[in-house]
């Protein structure tokens, strides 16, 4: 009846399930996260999701022994946004969440993002002086440093670990779709705006926004060529 359920489900998402039965533990025990001994752990596991959808980002997180989760809206999407910025919000969420449940217990933090992780690394170790300046998403990871320094302050171990993404994997089927909802939350996280100049362009009749990036100065090295043309041609037609 389940594998028929699934067969008719119009979504094209995964249907996350932790039930019981033999072939539902089989199917987990055969996933990433089951094969890295996650489901065995002896602390808390989180699992965490971004999600970014024409223009709203949402940020979740699954606590897996409490069986429950959280999630809420980005803001300062008006500055731009991107998928890196809601996986950051997750994760952020989640050591939140584990500070006010005071859990003293080792904590993994599960993301499918390589780029979350990536950004995080270079605050990771001795003899490393990053900076905050030019991170488009300073706001957020200022907060994730805080809460990962009050941890290892208090002894605590926090690790990150990359798991695979829609490969059917209950925990990361389940947390997706906390980070949808979260694109639909009211409550609207890291809105303070970063006073940074907003350009706008026009691109077969949709109308974009971002501060200066790579993008935007592609854009404006083509509007420059194409009126240097112009000139050297003696157009003047705009």
Known sequence: MAIQEALEEESTKDTPSFGTEDLEEIHRSGTEASLLGIYNFPGVVYATDGSNDKGVMGAGYFKLD??????????????????????????????????????????????????FLSS???WIGEGKSPSMHGNPDADIMRDIVQLLRERIEQGLLTIFIKIKAHRGDPLNELVDRWA????????????????????????????????????????????????????HTGSTEN
């Open 180 to 231: 949808d909802e979260g694109r639909q939350s009211e409550n609207i996280c890291w809105s303070l705006p970063t006073n940074r100049p907003i350009f706008y362009w026009t691109d077969n009749g949709t109308t974009h926004h971002s501060p200066m990036n790579p993008t935007v100065k592609k854009i404006i090295d083509l509007q420059v060529s194409q009126q240097q043309l112009k000139i």
């Open 66 to 115: 409490e069986n429950r989760g959280g999630c809420c809206q980005l803001g300062r999407g008006e500055e731009g946004n991107s998928s890196n910025r809601a996986e950051l919000g997750a994760a952020c969420l989640a050591l939140e969440d584990a500070k006010r449940k005071q859990d003293r217990k080792p904590t993994i933090l599960l993301s499918d993002s390589a780029c």
């Open 120 to 122: 995080s690394q270079k």
